[in-house]
């Protein structure tokens, strides 16, 4: 076998291959052999059957496979023997020009990781939040608790924000219906914003049974492009009214969050632990944010185009699969690969420096270290120890918490070299925060 190495780019290779087509014949006559023992045909005995038809029959099929199997051969051979990590799939061709009939040659097309060394974390600027989680914090959860198990009771009064109305409408632009611009029954908060401001400003105060008209113009960036920057003319009718109602902070309430006896301190020390766990977590989402930032700013590598291809098209699947379990058409919500490259970018980026990270620093979890993760993420679950049994059960979810304690191996290895500095933080900044 004779083979060839050309750099084409940074990243980009190209194999020459030249394989003896007299290794290639010797292989199919073997296997045609082997296939001959056993071959069945009409008219001839188990194993009778003469080599020449079982090759006018087989023998197409089996040099195809033989030629497959030798130029992966001949491929993985040659890479491994120029020392190549190859980054995604090969593109296989053969010759252009008339090749000799003596050898088969090919060309394969391909990328390389990039070699690179993680930069210096030095300079980097670190924030860690500083979050109290005091009485008010606790009491402003509750409040959230309580409103998340809000209830309506129907009133007969003018509607006023955070009442839920429910009501019939239709809009016209120029005199000609459009596309989702009338319903009935339709129900909706006042004051949430769901609704844009013109068409909560007519329905504020309106009283149950009342009709009126009124223009709204759509924003020139409504997502309804038809409709987007136009004026329409609505028709409104409020059918009903209904006021919100918060749980009482009794027994009942407690108990509707899993305090059994309906002790109102038990439920508040529960509060504040769930608290005090949230504001960790969402401590530890910032650190990491930033930790990663500085290892992509000290880093800069180019990347290997097969693999942003690669994980742009996964991170395109993952959102399809999210919209089509909420129920929504994906014809009608076509998405651009373009729109997801950037993140996959940053994914790959990360992927090659936190590997190149745990290879150079050691920095592979323990299963000491997996298993601290694993009770963490399972303590929030009402059968914390079911939860872990149930992870150790799932080779795909133990996985995601060993890429998940590496990174935070990673993280910490960061914060241990960069400049970082203790920043307190409103507990409403905080909570209100994607962290």
């Known amino acids: 076998m004779a083979v060839n190495v050309e750099a084409l780019g940074t990243l980009e290779r190209r194999l020459q291959v030249s394989l003896p087509m007299s290794q290639l ?7 045609l052999k082997k296939l001959a023992r056993n071959v069945k045909m009409p008219g001839f005995r188990p194993g009778k059957v003469p080599m020449k038809i079982v090759e006018q029959t087989y023998g197409a099929q089996v040099r195809n496979e033989v030629t497959g199997d030798a130029v992966q051969k001949a491929f993985t051979d040659a890479v491994k ?10 593109r296989i061709e053969p010759k252009k ?6 050898a088969l040659e090919f060309s394969a097309t391909f990328e390389v990781y990039p070699e690179f060394k993680v930069g210096e974390l030095a300079g980097a600027s670190i924030e860690r ?18 409103k998340q198990r809000t209830t309506f009771a129907r009133v007969e009064r003018p509607a006023q924000d955070g009442d839920r109305l429910t009501v019939d409408f239709e809009g016209t632009i120029a005199g000609e219906p459009f596309q989702g611009g009338k319903a009935a029954g339709f129900a909706f908060v006042l004051g949430e914003g769901r609704m844009l401001p013109e068409f909560e400003g007519a329905a504020r105060g309106m009283a149950p049974g009342e009709s009126k008209t009124f223009e709204l113009k759509f924003p020139e960036d409504y997502h309804g492009k038809d409709v987007a920057g136009k004026t329409a003319s609505f028709a409104l009718a409020l059918k009903q009214v209904d006021e919100p109602r918060l749980p009482a902070l009794d027994a009942e309430f407690a108990k509707s969050l899993g305090v059994a006896d309906g002790d109102l301190a038990k439920m508040r020390a529960e509060v504040r ?23 992509l700013a000290a880093t800069p ?12 098209q996964e991170l395109v699947q993952r959102a399809a ?18 729109a997801f490259e950037a993140a996959a970018k940053r994914r790959v980026a990360l992927g090659l420096i936190i590997a190149e990270l745990a290879r150079a620093e050691k920095l592979q979890p323990k299963p000491a270290e997996v298993r601290a993760l694993i009770e963490q993420e399972a303590a ?17 979810r133990l996985s995601e918490m060993e890429g998940l304690a590496l990174e935070g191996n990673v993280v910490n290895w960061v914060l241990s070299r960069a400049k970082v500095a203790d920043k307190a933080v409103p507990f409403d900044a905080l909570m209100g925060g994607q962290g």
Not at 97 to 102: Q, R
Not at 131 to 142: C, F, G, M, R, S
Not at 274 to 295: F, H, I, M, S, W
């Open 380 to 396: 929030s679950y009402e059968s914390p120890a079911e939860v872990v049994k149930w992870l150790y059960m799932q080779p795909q």
């Open 97 to 102: 020009d008339a090749p000799p009939k003596d």
């Open 81 to 90: 023997s120029a020392n190549l990590k190859v980054a995604g799939y090969p």
């Open 301 to 312: 590598l180019e990347l290997p185009k097969a693999l942003v291809g690669q994980e742009t």
């Open 321 to 338: 699969a999210d919209l089509q379990a909420r129920g929504m058409k994906l014809e009608q919500l076509p998405m651009d690969p373009k």
């Open 25 to 31: 014949e010797h292989e199919v006559g073997e296997r």
């Open 129 to 146: 939040p500083q979050v109290e989680v005091d009485d008010a914090a606790v009491d402003k959860t509750i409040e959230v608790l309580r």
């Open 273 to 295: 632990q769930n608290v005090e766990r949230e504001v960790k977590k969402r401590v530890e989402a910032r650190l990491k944010q930033q930790a990663l930032d500085a290892l």
